[in-house]
């Protein structure tokens, strides 16, 4: 028997007053993967999470998560999924460990919470009270506080918002790990690299509807217009001369334009990593 989609949203329609911010959406979520929601300001991907995590219940069509209704079996499911909201909700002046330390009771097997601390680097704000805390620790202590009771699928608003390069590939990594574990990822990005670079499934939606599904690989295949070529060591000038060379001739023999040859070493953010302690991942 096919395994029940870990999220099942169909012909769903929400409205805030005479606005549609959701507007007959219908997708679906495979159960042990990475989907990425993707849309632009105001698409609806906000209210549609909150929707599957049971804070708003469906005005038209339905919504079902891990097989269940998110609003009417809410006691059951809150302990299977992990959310992780935009601007996180907490109580301003508690403290980020403390604070983790509770969520981490709540669940009846939760994750160590020295080992979350650690990944996620938040010993640097263990004593600092929640409001203080810069907008890229909000982040990942919300990461942190979604991921502590083991859940088997979680939603992340916009997780990277506001980090840092380093605690962005953190987030990835731990993203990447979950999904490896089986654990289900439901994400919404405006990095569109984020995206690509780990959604097995991706989502773009606009005005509340759908307008396109598939791999990452199936939206941007099509005719290529740039391409890109990755060498194994740096050249010198010479070799670079050379390859400029074979390029404009191969372009000259079939007769297509060339816009713009570069070449670089290393992207910027490598070059942030590297000047602020933390090694490119080697990729
Ligand atoms: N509580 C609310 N009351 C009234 N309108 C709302 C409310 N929440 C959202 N909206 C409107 O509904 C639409 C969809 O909002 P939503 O937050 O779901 O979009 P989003 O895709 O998550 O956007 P963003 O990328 O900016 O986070 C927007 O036009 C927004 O202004």
Known sequence: MPEVPAVLVDGLVMRYGEKTAVDGLTLEVAPHTITA???PNGAGKTTTLETCEGYRRPQTG???VLGLDPVRDRADLLPRIGVMLQGQGA???VRAIEMLRHVARLHANPLPVDLLVERLALDECGRTPYRRLSGGQQQRL???MALVGRPELVF?????AGMDPAARRTTWELLQELRHDGVTVVLTTHYLEEAERLADQVHI???GRLVASGTPEELTRG???TVRLVVDRALGPDAEAALRESVRSWSDHHGVGLESISFASRTLEDVFLELT???ADGE
């Not at 992340?156 to 990277?160: F, N, W």
Request: net charge negative; no cysteine; hydrophobic share 35%.
């Open 37 to 39: 929601v993707l849309g």
């Open 62 to 64: 339905s919504v079902r």
């Open 91 to 93: 109580w301003s002046g």
């Open 142 to 144: 919300g990461l942190a």
């Open 156 to 160: 992340v608003d916009e997780p990277t």
């Open 205 to 207: 939606i606009d005005r």
């Open 223 to 225: 005719s290529s217009a």
């Open 277 to 279: 302690g933390r090694e």
